[in-house]
């Protein structure tokens, strides 16, 4: 709460922002518990003092927390900003009108997950999570997504809350049955002390090809069995170095938590001079920045209803007044140490998404993405990976990217048809098939004819025969007709035959070949017959 109670003094400071008014923080610790947060919310409800006055909620922290006073808001006409909530339920404007939030929703990590699989070519992924979470409520929302892109969900495994160690071994075995090794297991602190040991014991770790998503707000040292065995009640079965062995080169992602350093901040300073000078806190609370934000979106969006509607100061439980000022909040847009702050129409803001792998005991920035945008609407339109490789390590063997477990796809027996008509192995056999039938037709063909002529007592070299009786044309003489029936007309004539001089001979004209060569053959032979064509 440092980063907030510092934004509430800037804001205060400030002459040009609510001058007439002075901003408050009222804080209380609501311990992620849904109960002690309602409590706590009613608590101010009740003293008319502080609701008259009750600007709005910044926080709660928790997403679990968020859902009941998100939707009991509306019927008080309060808002509620959050600065850590990145539940994707939230989204829903007429169950949450009045809430907003200062950081990102997890629902746009679907993007970030999609150009991943893209680029590592990962094409089978798994999910692990507590049943009834809202915060893990995006993954199921992205599962179509990304099936559609042909990226399949091989599992969506979901554990009750109350569980046995048998019980999550049981789960792990499942996936690793299924050849599960992309896995996003989006735990809390001990869920995820308990998963990471089983997957050390069941050799699922990035030394075995295994690509572990986890949550980035894990404590910093959630992993440290040696202290969580002697000081909590919990038994995890195995030691702080098998941990680290376990859950080296996990990956996770967050919204960037600030700006780049070089950026000019809403009190016009660069985003690293802000954060040199409120380091004490800035390097503590991750969230700190998304904290300081949410207090400059009240400020700003309460400066301009103070100016345009003065009267609505004194009445900000109305549901006119209410919906003023989330009008105008819709409307902020302004850089903030988070970056720009702009809800584009939805209740969240867009920032770039930070990728980071773990080792050498501790998180590395190993990537970025960079959502497309359009002003109007509050969607992202894909968006840039820019990805550091030589950031980002591999722990298998041969130090290489990890395969998502999909099985070598069967040999074609027909792979150089397939080469030579550049096809698909089922589409090689499909032409084969017709080459075969081709060749088959033929031969049949052929031997059929073979057959009829054989027959017929037709040889095939017949032909070869009757070249001796060919002579010139102009070697015959014709001089009378003889007559004509079915295979022709018959004349009379003269031939100079070889040998023989002028002889007397019957020329006749054929119509085909073949058929002249039947009646040859089923006729009477004369040496004085001869063919016209």
């Given amino acids: 709460m440092e980063a907030a109670q510092t934004a509430v003094m800037a804001v205060n400071k400030n002459k040009t922002i609510l001058p007439d008014y002075h901003l408050s923080l009222l804080v209380t610790d609501g311990k992620c518990s849904p109960d002690l947060v309602m409590k706590n919310f009613i608590d101010f409800i009740v003293l008319r003092d502080y609701y008259n006055k009750l600007a709005g909620v910044l926080g709660p922290a928790c997403s679990e927390t968020v859902e009941p006073i998100a939707g009991v ?95 999550m071994r049981w789960h792990l075995e499942d996936l690793k049955s299924k ?195 359009t002003d109007g609407k509050p969607e992202i339109r894909g968006g840039n990976l820019t990805f550091n490789h030589s950031a980002v390590r591999w722990f298998t063997p041969d130090r290489k990217v990890p395969q998502d477990g999909a099985l070598p796809p069967p040999s074609c027996a027909v792979s150089t048809l397939a080469d030579v008509f550049d096809v698909e192995c089922q589409t090689a056999i499909i032409i084969l098939n017709v080459i075969v039938a081709g060749m088959l037709l033929v031969t049949v063909v052929g031997v059929c004819y073979y057959m009829k002529t054989k027959s017929l007592g037709l040889p095939f070299d017949m032909h070869s025969d009757l070249d001796k009786w060919e002579i010139h044309r102009e070697c015959v003489c014709i001089n009378r007709k003889l007559g004509e029936g079915a295979f022709g007309t018959v004349y009379g004539g003269e031939a100079d035959l070889p040998g023989k001089g002028w002889t007397a001979v019957a020329v006749k004209t054929l119509k085909g070949w073949i058929d002249e060569v039947l009646l040859a053959a089923g006729g009477q032979r004369t040496s004085n017959f001869i063919a016209n064509r």
């Fill in 73 to 167: 808001s509306k019927h008080y006409h309060i808002l509620v900003v959050s600065y850590s909530a990145e539940g994707a339920s939230f989204s829903d404007r007429k169950k949450y009108p009045y809430f907003f939030r200062t950081i990102g929703e997890n629902q746009h990590y679907k993007h970030v997950y999609l150009s991943l699989f893209k680029k590592f070519q990962w094409r089978r992924v798994a999910a692990l999570t507590e049943d009834g979470q809202k915060y893990t409520e995006y993954i199921s929302l992205m599962q179509e997504d990304l099936e559609k892109e042909k990226i399949k969900f091989i599992a969506n495994k979901k554990f009750p809350r109350e569980r046995k160690t048998e019980d």
């Fill in 179 to 373: 050849r599960a090794r992309i896995i996003i297991a989006d735990v809390v602190d001990d869920v995820a002390r308990v998963v990471m040991c089983e997957a050390y014991k069941l050799e699922m770790t990035a030394k075995q090809g295994y690509v572990w998503f986890l949550p980035v707000w894990l404590n910093e040292t959630w992993y440290n069995t040696d202290v969580f065995n002697v000081n909590g009640s919990e038994i995890v079965n195995c030691t702080t170095k098998q941990m680290i062995e376990a859950i080296t080169g996990y990956f996770a992602m967050t919204h960037a938590y600030y700006a780049p350093d070089d950026a000019i901040m809403q009190e016009n300073i660069t985003v690293g001079q802000w954060k040199e000078k409120y380091k004490k806190f800035t390097n503590v609370n991750a969230y700190a920045g998304f904290a300081y934000d949410a207090i400059w979106t009240y400020a700003l969006a309460l400066n301009n209803l103070s100016q345009t509607d003065p009267e609505a100061m004194s009445q900000l439980h109305t549901e006119n007044t209410t919906n003023q000022l989330v009008r105008l909040v819709e409307e902020t847009d302004f850089y903030g140490v988070s970056g720009r702050i702009k809800f584009r129409g939805g209740p969240s803001r867009f920032s770039v998404i930070d990728i980071m792998q773990w080792y050498d005991g501790k998180i590395h920035i190993v990537g970025h993405f960079h959502p497309n945008l």
